[in-house]
């Protein structure tokens, strides 16, 4: 019986060492392969992200060059105030804005490519989307807003037209980012993923939810 039951005994024991290791080794590969999982997610997200950016990097390039060739454009024809007209107008059609306007340095008289209403004394030189393209020399983004007529999101870009250092005028558009929010927002990351887009301050400005927008991303 004492033999037997030594046996028993060193039986009991390998089995507990060999259920042990066994655990051991299970709960390794288990948390390997979650790790594995887990950075192949996080590099999953990372490329959606740059994804993202390099489409909204391209985007933003592309009316930044075409804000700098209206401003040469407005320059060439700054002393026809019909042509002026006629080429905004043509600016206008090709790169879907919404309006795009000047403001001269000289009288303060304000031009656009379609008739606006403004009041009498308005003297475009004193507007921030002025005063903030005299200040620079690139072309000048504002927050976006939400445009009063249509509630459509807006933003506006500006460029100061100089000649041999001297202002000009200031040509500006405005740009409905109605499409741009439509195309980011189509790309649905995995079965509950989604985009949505900050300025540099948190500020929301796509998101799908709608009552985030233009609200502060308190996690930045």
Known sequence: MRSLSLKFKISFIAALVFAFTLIVVISSSYFGSKKIVQRGVQNQFTAYADETRNFI???????IHEMNVSANTILDN??????????????????????I????????K????TPTSLPDNFDPRTRPWYQSAVASEDVII??????????????SFAK?????????????????IENLRKNILNKIYGETGYTFITNKSG?????????FILKKNKRI
Not at 78 to 99: A, F, H, P, R, T
Not at 160 to 176: E, M, R, T, W
Request: include cysteine; aromatic fraction near 6%.
């Open 160 to 176: 100061a037209v100089k000649q041999d250092g001297n202002v000009l005028g200031v040509v500006a558009c405005d740009l409905n």
């Open 101 to 108: 306007y000047l403001g001269i340095e000289a009288d303060g």
């Open 57 to 63: 990097d391209s985007w933003l390039e592309s009316k």
């Open 110 to 113: 304000f031009l656009a490519s």
């Open 203 to 211: 500020l929301i400005i796509i998101h799908p939810d709608e009552q």
């Open 78 to 99: 700054i002393s026809d105030e019909d042509k002026l007209i006629k080429q905004m107008k043509l600016i206008s059609d090709v790169g879907n804005y919404d309006l």
């Open 142 to 155: 504002t927050k976006p807003y939400i445009n009063a007529s249509d509630g459509a999101m807006v933003i």
